[in-house]
Nanobody
Framework: QVELVESGGGLVQAGGSLRLSCAAS????????MGWFRQAPGKEREFVAALRWSGISTWYADSVKGRFTISRDNAKNTVYLQMNSLKPEDTAVYYC????????????????WGQGTQVTVSS
């Protein structure tokens, strides 16, 4: 089992950038596929990005494609989400999550979740 801790959130102006990090504890981190989700007030948690354990295959929500990049460093047990050209509608709590099987876009497929980090984009 792994435990996940996100960091890197904050307040940024529209058009700015942030890099979120998700540090994992546990020796089996490299066997998990990882994803980022977000949840804005009054809305359901939504898929943002995901990648396989190898990091070779990645997927993105249409709303962030071309602006966000997900990556992982298995040697550091860390997953990153580089967010560029941020928009006010990107404001949400961002969560990283780990899964063994299941659809990358389905939050129910993920077994382990971090506590979340707040991202606020001002206009």
């Amino acid at each position: 089992q792994v435990e996940l801790v996100e960091s890197g959130g904050g307040l940024v102006q529209a058009g700015g950038s942030l890099r979120l990090s998700c540090a994992a504890s546990g020796r089996t981190f490299s066997s998990y596929a990882m994803g980022w989700f977000r949840q804005a007030p009054g809305k359901e948690r939504e898929f943002v990005a995901a990648l396989r354990w190898s990091g070779i295959s990645t997927w993105y929500a249409d709303s962030v494609k071309g602006r966000f990049t997900i990556s992982r460093d298995n040697a550091k047990n860390t997953v990153y989400l580089q967010m560029n050209s941020l928009k006010p509608e990107d404001t949400a709590v961002y969560y990283c999550a780990a899964r063994k099987v299941g659809a990358y876009y389905n939050p129910r497929a993920y077994d382990v979740w971090g506590q979340g980090t707040q991202v606020t984009v001002s206009s």
